[in-house]
């Protein structure tokens, strides 16, 4: 009788157990990737699916009943994969899916609507536009990423006018393009949408500054609904829907006021009723108040988003040196949202024009800003008692040259200058759709400048204002004495800076 052979079998048994538990393990692993994180082979690591193999897990937001057989194997080409199988972009394609229902429950979209998304990169709002039975929509974008996205020209869309029902733009694209790319998506937009066709756009727009500069962008629609939404990511965690209306026939030019007069918009007398507090008291030491009061300052752009304007504008009138304003606090300290500003300094004295000749990104008029076009007399004085260095320049006044000589003694240079019409050049320069800001220094000319802002509506094209006002003030160089090159009163100031700001100007005290 041969003996049994028990070890062999008791091998085998060892190893069939370990193979199921790997196959257990194997089961679970792949269970865990489709149903847990809505993925295949794109983890990584301890996966057996073929590379080209994609699924999308069926929703439970509306639109997703066919999800499961919509999608196809996606092997990866020159413009990207047909679908993609991120967490991220099923996310999006079942808040669009969500979004859209309500639009179509809303009347502004219907399942016969020629439908365009704008900037989308990789088509998730089409593919939920298809997904809930609107078959006529197609995504543009810089880069193609077919069949959903097709690629944009640099100078335009490869559409017809009036081409399309209905335009969305979804995410906070808008909020972060380009001052070019918003300009030209916004003509773009306006060209393509057929008339009373719908345009609806996802922004952040926080504050009603941002909403209203969002709005005049786009002269020939009509607010139809503006609201806050919940966003699907922690990076937008909440949208500003905008709906807005393609006007008809003269409802585009229906709005159009006297262009002398101009009423500011309550969104910008918000922000007046948010801006650091007027210096009631004549202070004793100006030279040192009015600095120092530039700490409390409250920026626009700190308190509003600048997003959505057409163009970004300083002006600078009396610059003197590139380094007196523009140089050393304009370019240094005023917050610009990282956007661009065209520069324009207007400066009398000719002794400052040779170093802006080399200085890119300023224009230079060499001129002086007045209330009508004419020639006038400049003149450089120093106050009693100031002690001036030998290349050190006074501070430069301009009067009309039949006019008597200005109070106190004179014992300066006089030059002759061609004045323009400030308010008439600043309405020929800008429109109410860019950010317009100012710093005026302009020794006393103010008085005369400032009323013919209000008197001819410019003023509404400004946004803030920075104002120097000139006052008889007491002298830094002779204790109890006041400066005689100036007629005007601390408390006439006071009255020029309260009118503004009653008035909606966002303006600021200067020094």
């Not at 009255?495 to 700001?501: G, H, I, M, Q």
Request: aromatic fraction near 12%; proline fraction near 4%; charged fraction near 25%.
């Amino acid at each position: 009788m041969e003996p049994t052979i028990g070890k062999p079998n008791f091998l085998s048994n060892i190893l069939v157990k370990v193979l199921l538990f790997g196959v257990l393990i194997i089961i679970v692993r792949f269970a865990y990737i489709v149903t847990i994180t809505g993925e295949s082979c794109n983890l990584g690591g301890f996966c057996f699916l073929p590379e080209n193999f994609s699924f999308v897990i069926a929703g439970t937001g509306a639109g997703f009943s066919t999800a499961n057989r919509a999608v196809e194997s996606t092997s990866a080409g020159p413009s990207g994969p047909y679908l993609s199988t991120s967490k991220d972009w099923i996310k999006a394609v079942h808040f669009y899916s969500d979004i859209f229902h309500d639009l179509v429950s809303d009347g502004y979209l219907t399942a016969i609507s020629k439908t365009l998304c704008v900037e989308t990169p990789y088509g998730e709002e089409v593919f939920a536009l298809k997904e809930i039975g609107i078959l006529d929509s197609i995504g543009i974008y810089k880069k193609a990423s077919k069949p959903l996205v097709i690629s944009s020209k640099e100078n335009g869309w490869p559409f017809d006018e009036n081409s399309f029902d209905f335009i969305f733009s979804g995410g906070d694209r808008l909020d972060k393009a380009s001052q070019r790319q918003l300009d030209l998506t916004v003509s773009e937009i306006q060209r393509t949408l057929k008339p009373e066709g719908f345009f609806v756009a996802h922004v952040i727009a926080k504050d009603k500054y941002s909403l209203n500069s969002f709005l005049d962008l786009f002269n020939s629609c009509k607010l139809i609904k503006s609201h806050d939404i919940e966003g699907y990511n922690s990076s937008m965690p909440f949208i500003r829907e905008i709906v807005l209306q393609k006007k008809v026939g003269s409802e585009v030019h229906s709005d159009v006021t006297s262009e002398n007069t101009c009423s500011i918009p309550g969104y910008k007398r918000d922000l007046v009723r948010h801006a650091e507090s007027l210096i009631m008291e004549e202070p004793l030491k100006p030279w040192i108040t009015l600095k120092r009061n530039i700490k409390n300052i409250k920026y626009l752009p700190a308190m509003a988003d600048i997003s959505f304007k057409s163009r970004y504008v300083y002006v600078d009138v009396g610059a003197r040196s590139y380094g007196s304003s523009i140089g050393s606090w304009f370019k240094k300290q005023y917050p610009k949202q990282n956007r661009t500003f065209d520069v324009y300094a207007i400066e009398a004295d000719k002794a400052f024009y040779g170093e802006y000749r080399v200085k890119k990104g300023v224009k230079l008029l060499p001129y002086a800003a007045w209330v009508r076009n004419e020639t006038l007399r400049f003149e450089i004085n120093h106050d009693p008692g100031k002690k001036v260095k030998d290349k050190a320049r006074g501070m430069g006044r301009i009067q009309p040259v039949k006019s008597d000589s200005s109070p106190g003694s004179f014992n300066g240079e006089v030059d002759e200058i061609e004045g323009f019409d400030f308010a008439e050049w600043l309405k020929s320069t800008v429109t109410e759709r860019d950010f317009v800001v100012m710093k005026m220094d302009v020794e006393g000319t103010e008085f005369d400048l400032i009323p013919r802002l209000l008197e001819t509506g410019a003023i509404c094209l400004i946004d803030e204002i920075f104002l120097e006002c000139h006052y008889s003030r007491w002298q830094r160089c002779c204790p109890g004495q006041r400066s005689l090159k100036y007629e005007k009163t601390y408390g006439q100031c006071l009255d020029l800076f309260t009118s503004l700001r009653d008035r909606g100007v966002l303006v600021h005290q200067w020094w």
